[in-house]
């Protein structure tokens, strides 16, 4: 396989993300230079890295919590959050042609350090830096709220009250955070309240490597309303998961290089996504966490191509499941979209 040429052909096609933590896609330039103006010792390439890069799997997952957190903590200005919004959209456009790009950002973990920005404030800067790059690059790009699992359900109810009075701008609601210490069961009610306003849903479920989490899958489907699951990749250790995956035709938000530095799989060469890909789920192909990951999404797609030997026309029918699994108005999508495709 002539990898060069391929990474060619795959960089030039119009491409879907469904998958990104807004913060944690940042530019690495960026993010070093914010890091550096706020006293991190981190000139050296090295030190940056020690720092707020993922670059190996995880070993212990404190160990690199605190990159997460690090990477939050510069983050101190509606200045510097509306430039990463807008960087992030352009970088997404030139590095892989995204044309739909829907990002997510939990206001519980951006503004726990930041008190002096308000939830509004926030808000409308991720707007203004969306709206910017919306009107540079042909790309419509779309945000889901996320809700921690580490927080309350009282806390978390005001957060699906923030996202019902966005709802001009907030396309989903989506759960993240340790899923292998905090169930999904106590913010089912959240979920459904969001899900009868019209809001999607999204739950980040089935994706560290612990025997029986799939479980958290059926629990998104039959009980929160999910329309898509993110990441979801351990469906594979149960037949009945897959099933119900393929039989309502519910997308999962796949991250190979997320999941295999997270652990949830051994190599990229491991990864389930070509049997999930077999057995007919709607397999799509995502970041989560570009910027401290050092990955793209034309990187994601070679690295499919180059490891499990998934061919163009099947990176294909991904890119089109995940453009109609994409939460943004059809209007928006067919205006960016219909002249490539
Ligand atoms: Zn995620």
């Known amino acids: 396989m002539n990898i060069p040429s391929l990474a060619n052909e795959i960089k030039a096609l119009p491409k879907v993300e469904l998958h990104c933590h807004l913060e944690l896609a940042i530019r690495q330039s960026t993010l070093q230079e914010f890091a550096l103006a706020r006293g991190f010792q981190v000139q050296e390439s090295r030190n940056f890295s020690q720092a707020f890069l993922i670059e190996e799997p995880m070993g212990e997952l404190p160990s690199v919590l605190h990159k997460f957190l690090n990477t939050r903590d510069v983050l101190d200005s509606v200045e510097c959050i509306e430039r990463v919004a807008f960087e992030v959209c352009e970088d997404m456009y030139k590095t892989s042609n995204v044309r739909i790009l829907e990002l997510r950002y939990a206001p519980s973990f951006l503004l726990d350090k930041h008190k002096h920005i308000s939830p509004d404030e926030l808000q409308e800067a991720i707007h203004r830096g969306i709206d910017r790059a919306e009107s540079m690059y042909p790309i419509a790009v779309g ?79 039959e009980r929160m309303g999910a329309d898509r699951i993110g990441h979801g990749l351990q469906a594979i250790e ?30 990229i060469s491991e990864h389930p996504f070509n049997h999930l890909y077999e057995k007919g789920v709607y397999t799509t192909i995502n970041t989560d966490d570009p910027g401290i990951m050092c990955t793209d999404l034309s990187n994601e797609f070679v690295l499919l191509a180059a490891h499990q030997n998934i061919t163009i026309d099947q990176l294909k029918q991904c890119t089109k499941w995940a453009f109609e699994a994409s939460f943004i108005d059809d209007k928006q999508k067919n205006s960016v979209w219909s002249e490539i495709a």
């Open 143 to 221: 945000l889901i709220c996320i809700l921690q699992r580490t927080k309350s359900v009282e806390e978390n109810a005001s957060w699906v009250d923030f996202a019902l009075n966005h709802r001009n701008r907030f396309l989903a609601l989506d759960l993240a955070d340790n899923e292998v210490d905090f169930d999904p069961e106590p913010f089912i009610p959240l979920f459904q309240r969001a899900k009868n306003a019209g809001l999607g849903i999204t739950v980040h479920a089935g994706e560290p490597k612990i025997p029986g989490i799939s479980k958290n899958i059926r629990t998104a489907i």
């Open 238 to 267: 149960d037949d009945a998961i897959v099933k119900l995956l393929v039989d309502r035709g519910i997308p999962l938000e796949l991250c190979p290089t997320s999941n295999w530095l997270t652990g949830a799989c051994l190599s």
